[in-house]
């Protein structure tokens, strides 16, 4: 699977979906719920599978997932049971930047 900016990925065990935001071209596996994601033009339907345990911390609409480098960056667009993860490294949640005081 090619995986580009502005691509939408789909899990195949919940809810899920994310919007690609930046992402690395040595970027592989990237899973929700211990499963495989799949680009929105490739999705069949759910795969029957369900979350692995260990992998249901969920995820959260409107929230930036990052790798800790910040190589990927992924916006959740719909919410799921299942979370995120690159290579078996769970993607941590992004936290906003305050901004400047303005007086």
């Known amino acids: 699977m090619a995986v580009s900016v502005g691509v939408t990925l789909l899990s195949t065990v919940d809810e899920t979906a994310v919007v690609v935001v930046r992402w690395s071209a040595d970027a592989a596996a990237l ?32 929230k930036r997932y990052a790798t800790p480098d910040g190589a990927v960056e992924l916006l959740c667009v719909k919410p799921g049971q299942g979370s995120l993860a690159l290579d078996g490294v769970p993607l941590e949640t992004k936290t906003a930047k305050p901004l400047p005081a303005s007086d």
């Open 31 to 62: 899973t929700c719920g211990g499963v495989p994601m799949v680009a929105k033009a490739d999705y069949l339907g759910p795969s029957g599978a369900r979350v692995e345990a260990g992998h249901a911390s969920g995820t959260l609409l409107g």
